[in-house]
């Protein structure tokens, strides 16, 4: 095997779990499941089988790229979670790569990034300008090309791209890229008292 860096990516932002594993710029391994609903279960174990397919190991990985959204609110708290513990556990740097790079990287500029959204919306952002959540028929009222996100699997290779580029700059622990609050308010309730019997 190369001496090149291993790059594990992975995310679970939208209806899928998805994974790629990089040596350089060859992609070793590379597995997308379509799901709906119960990405936590199978993040791990779809991990664990592209190591294998690799024939590598945890320990022998160099670098964890992870989908930060925008998307799902559950499915980016998972893998941003998965990869912040992975990161610590095996002493390598995690770094989180949004959506909008990931089509950056495939599709050549100018375009402007559209993602899925919730209820008809869609989220945008056109190159070097801030992300927003607009209207689907806004998202289409345009004089840009349009780029989407590519495939899961291919999503999981430009994660595991992005990341390896910027191998060479501090990250901070990858988090969330939310363009809207989440759908769940806090609890109006009064909060418990907590007694100190001390």
């Known amino acids: 095997m190369s001496d090149a860096p291993l790059i594990l990516g992975f995310d679970t932002s939208a209806a899928h779990c ?5 040596c350089g710029e060859q992609v070793l391994a590379v597995r997308a499941i379509e799901m709906g609903r119960g990405q936590a279960e199978h993040l791990i174990p779809l991990l664990q089988d592209v190591l294998a397919d690799a024939g590598v190991t945890w ?6 790229g992870v989908g930060v959204g925008p998307g799902n609110f559950t499915g980016i708290r998972i893998s941003v979670s998965a990869a912040r513990g992975l990161a610590l556990a ?15 990287m495939v599709h050549p500029a100018p375009h402007i990034a559209v993602l899925p959204g919730p209820r008809g919306m869609c989220y945008v ?5 801030q992300p927003k959540l607009v209207p689907e028929q806004e998202a289409r009222d345009t004089t840009l090309p349009v780029a989407h996100l590519p495939a899961p ?8 791209r992005v990341a390896a580029r910027r191998a060479d700059k501090p ?7 939310y363009l809207k609050p989440a759908d ?3 609890s109006r309730d009064t909060p418990p008292v907590i007694l100190d019997d001390t």
């Open 184 to 186: 769940a308010a806090p």
């Open 171 to 177: 990250d901070e622990p990858p988090a969330p890229l």
């Open 18 to 22: 998805a994974a790629a594993l990089l």
């Open 59 to 64: 320990a022998d990985l160099d670098r964890i």
């Open 125 to 129: 952002q056109a190159h070097g300008a």
């Open 90 to 104: 095996l002493d390598v740097p995690a770094v989180g790569v949004s959506g909008f790079e990931t089509v950056a």
């Open 153 to 160: 699997a291919d999503l999981a290779v430009a994660i595991a």
